[in-house]
C-alpha cells in the first residue's frame, strides 16, 4: 500500500516556464510534507517543506502548495533553471519528520 | 562540505560474503536512518535508530542488520549477500524539531 505517490515519472518543461510537480498521499496521519531533490549518484537533499497548518510555503524560485481535502502537494518552481534538472521526491511524516515516507519520484529535466 | 560521510560509493561483491555499510555523521543528531532505493521507486525504510543501543525495523523486511553504539555512527551489516540485495543503500540523520532528514551520499551495492 503505497502511502505516497508521484503519478509522473518524469517531467520536460522549457528553461524559464513553470515547473509544477505533484504528489498525493492517503495517510490522515501525515502532517508534515517535505520535497527532496536527488542528482545522480548522490543523497537526496532537502528542498522545501510544509506543515499542515499551512496551505503554502515559498522559499525563492520553489513554492509548496498543500490541499489537505484532497490529500495534495505539489512544488512549483518558476523561473525553471538547467540545474533544476534532477529527480524530485515527495515525502510525508507525522510533525517532527520522523520516519518519513517517500514517493517514487519524478525526473524533471529543463530544456534550454 | 557533507555533513554525514558514508562508505564505500560504490561496492560489487560476490555472493554469501559479509559486508558492512558505514554510515557516520558529525551533527550530534540523535535520529539516524537507513532507506533503501531501487531505480525509478520510492524510497523504502530499512531500519531507523532514536538513539544509542536504539533500533528498530523498518517498513520494509530487510535481512540486514544495524547497530547503534555511538551516536553518531550507524552501520548496516549484511551478514551473506545476495542478488537480491543489489540496491542503492542511502543513510540519514535528524534531530526532533528541525525539518527534514539530511542524506549521506549513498552505496551503491551490486552481489554478483
Known amino acids: 500500500d503505497q502511502q505516497v505517490k508521484q503519478n509522473s515519472p518524469s517531467l520536460s518543461v522549457q528553461e524559464g516556464r513553470i515547473s509544477i510537480l505533484n504528489c498525493d498521499y492517503t495517510n490522515s496521519m501525515f502532517d508534515y510534507f517535505l520535497w527532496y531533490k536527488k542528482y545522480p549518484a548522490e543523497g537526496p537533499t532537502f528542498l522545501i517543506s510544509?506543515?499542515?497548518?499551512?496551505d503554502k510555503n515559498e522559499d525563492g524560485r520553489f513554492t509548496v502548495f498543500l490541499n489537505k481535502s484532497a490529500k495534495h502537494l505539489s512544488l512549483h518552481i518558476v523561473p525553471s533553471q538547467p540545474g533544476d534538472s534532477a529527480v524530485y521526491f515527495c515525502?510525508?511524516?507525522?510533525?517532527?519528520?520522523?520516519?518519513?515516507?517517500f514517493g517514487q519520484g519524478t525526473r524533471l529535466t529543463i530544456n534550454p | 562540505e557533507a555533513d554525514i560521510y558514508q562508505t564505500p560509493r560504490y561496492l560489487v561483491i560476490g555472493t554469501g560474503k559479509k559486508i558492512t555499510l558505514e554510515c557516520s555523521q558529525t551533527m550530534g543528531h540523535d535520529k539516524m536512518y537507513w532507506y533503501q532505493q531501487d531505480p525509478g521507486m520510492e524510497l523504502h525504510l530499512i531500519h531507523y535508530?532514536?538513539?544509542?543501543?536504539?533500533?528498530e525495523k523498518g517498513d520494509l523486511s530487510s535481512e540486514s542488520t544495524v547497530s547503534r553504539i555511538r551516536t553518531e555512527h550507524f552501520p548496516l551489516t549484511l551478514e551473506s549477500a545476495r542478488p537480491s540485495h543489489t540496491s542503492q543503500y542511502l543513510c540519514a540523520s535528524s534531530q526532533l524539531g528541525q525539518g527534514g532528514y539530511t542524506f549521506g551520499s549513498g552505496t551503491r551495492l551490486t552481489v554478483v
Open positions: 515525502a510525508a511524516g507525522p510533525q517532527g519528520a520522523q520516519k518519513l515516507v
Open positions: 535508530s532514536y538513539g544509542v543501543n536504539s533500533t
Open positions: 510544509i506543515s499542515s497548518i499551512k
